[in-house]
Every structure is written in C-alpha cells, then in structure tokens.
C-alpha cells in the first residue's frame, strides 16, 4: 500500500498467491503506521480479495474508504504499477532467490531501507518518501 501524497510504502506483504489474508495482513500494516485522523481513501483493483468481507470490514473498523478502480482502466493504478516496475528493475530481476524466505527479507531491505528511506523520487523535489514526511511534517512511522 503506497501513500499516494509521499509515495512511501507504508503497507506490504509477500506471499504465493494474492489471497484475502495476504492484503488484510498489509492493510494491518498500513494502518498501524498510520497515526493521523484525516480521512483515508485505499484505492485498488478489482480482485475478489479487495470486495471480501474481512478486508472491507477491517477497513470500516479504521474509517478507511475504499475505492475500486474501473473495469480495464489500467491508469487508476499508475502509481502503484509504477512502483512494483521498479521494485521489479531494482531488485527482482537482478537476484536469483533460492526461498521465498530469502526473496521476502530482500524485499523487506528494499522497500524499509532503501525505498522508503533513501530512493529519491522526482514528485517529491528528489527526496525520499522518508525525507519529505520529516520534511512535512507527516506522521506516519
């Protein structure tokens, strides 16, 4: 889950397949990094996982609004497609993983030590997601 304002990742998760309890376990993540009381909109695709009972009812408990994006317009999701293609350029294809364990604690260093911490990024002046919620004063974790 990217935060669409500092274009941090403030909720992920690995898994084998995209399953119901794979995003409800990123959703929980997202929302425990998230401390301020602004309305929150959590924008998707049409996957069954995101219309499923716990996953919209876990969003609710949180005030979270969802949103679903439109059958076959491909651009509601640019950020986030724009994310997972370099994830993919910077990491993945560069490495051979030999377990799923390995692949996820190599993403876990991508996405908490360097993405959000150090990846500059052009929307935010050339600072990274990190850096501008310091900057601007965001409170999330």
């Known amino acids: 889950?990217?935060?669409?304002?500092?274009?941090?990742?403030?909720?992920?998760?690995?898994?084998?397949?995209?399953?119901?309890?794979?995003?409800?376990?990123?959703?929980?993540?997202?929302?425990?990094?998230?401390?301020?009381?602004?309305?929150?909109?959590?924008?998707?695709?049409?996957?069954?996982?995101?219309?499923?009972?716990?996953?919209t009812k876990l969003a609710k408990e949180h005030d979270i609004t969802l949103s679903m994006s439109r059958r076959g317009n491909c651009y509601d999701n640019a950020v986030a497609e724009s994310f997972f293609k370099t994830l993919k350029k910077e990491l993945v294809r560069k490495q051979n993983f030999e377990t799923r364990e390995i692949a996820a604690s190599k993403i876990f260093e991508y996405i908490e030590m360097f993405y959000n911490a150090k990846r500059r990024h052009s929307y935010s002046g050339h600072i990274s997601p990190n850096e501008f919620e310091r900057r601007y004063n965001i409170e999330t974790s």
């Open 1 to 55: 889950m990217l935060d669409l304002y500092s274009r941090k990742i403030i909720g992920w998760a690995t898994g084998h397949r995209q399953t119901t309890p794979l995003i409800i376990k990123a959703l929980k993540m997202a929302t425990a990094r998230l401390q301020h009381t602004d309305s929150v909109i959590l924008h998707s695709d049409q996957g069954s996982q995101y219309s499923s009972y716990d996953y």
